[in-house]
């Protein structure tokens, strides 16, 4: 986890200080997001444990009774998770920008704020499966994996096709993930992190909420 940290971190640093400036070129760093990613799969793919990733996996759900199930089986139905996840996203972003008005907020402030429970579910189910089922290293390797593609690809296409310029809502959510990679990061090589430590950083994200107070009224 504190490898997968270690990577995040500077990434995110880069994002925020490209949001805070403007210049002629800018759009093109996008793609430098994609070609972090692109290492740090390939890192990850060739430094992975032999023998450790045996895991079990459930039966497709396509061909439910085939242990090795057909290569078309396993892509449609990759395809139609794909499709059902943009379907679900479109409706979400959709709901943002109907109910951000509604509170009377602005659509990034309510992205802000209910984006990260809302994408996070998932991940958090996922990784409740996975340990209820023992497979710690599943969970581990989806946590890793989703913050460093949330960290490169979003940005990547945000920079490509927005101005990518911070407001103070952002700049503050910026800073207090920063603060919170930070916390982590001082505890987990050190082997201090506890469920304690660890729900404390709950607490910078209802700080970052409730400094959204004094600006909205």
């Known amino acids: 986890m504190a490898k997968g940290q270690q990577w995040f971190l500077p990434v995110f640093v880069v994002k925020v200080a490209l949001g805070l400036v403007a210049f002629a070129f800018k759009p093109v760093l996008g793609l430098l997001f994609f070609g972090v990613y692109d290492v740090y799969f390939w890192r990850e793919i060739r430094s992975g444990d032999d023998g450790e990733g045996d895991e079990e996996l459930e039966p497709l759900k396509l061909r439910p009774r085939s242990a090795t199930p057909a290569p078309w089986a396993v892509a449609a139905q990759t395809l139609a998770t794909l499709v059902v996840i943009f379907l679900a996203s479109q409706l979400f972003v959709r709901q943002l920008d109907a ?54 690809v979003p940005s990547g296409l945000g920079l490509l096709f927005t101005s990518w310029s911070f407001d103070h809502a952002l700049l503050r959510a910026g800073l207090v993930t920063m603060a919170a990679i930070v916390y982590l990061l001082t505890t987990m090589p050190a082997h201090r992190l506890t469920p304690g ?19 909205l009224a």
Not at 197 to 215: E, S, T
């Open 99 to 152: 109910i951000g008005p509604m509170l009377g907020l602005s659509a990034a402030v309510t992205a802000l704020l209910l984006s990260p429970i809302a994408t996070e579910l998932p991940e958090i189910m996922n990784a409740i499966i996975w340990v209820c089922q023992g497979e710690t290293r599943l969970t581990l390797a989806n946590i890793s994996g989703a913050m460093m593609i949330q960290a490169t």
């Open 197 to 215: 430590r660890l729900a404390v950083a709950v607490l910078l994200y209802v700080a970052f909420a409730l400094g959204l107070i004094p600006p």
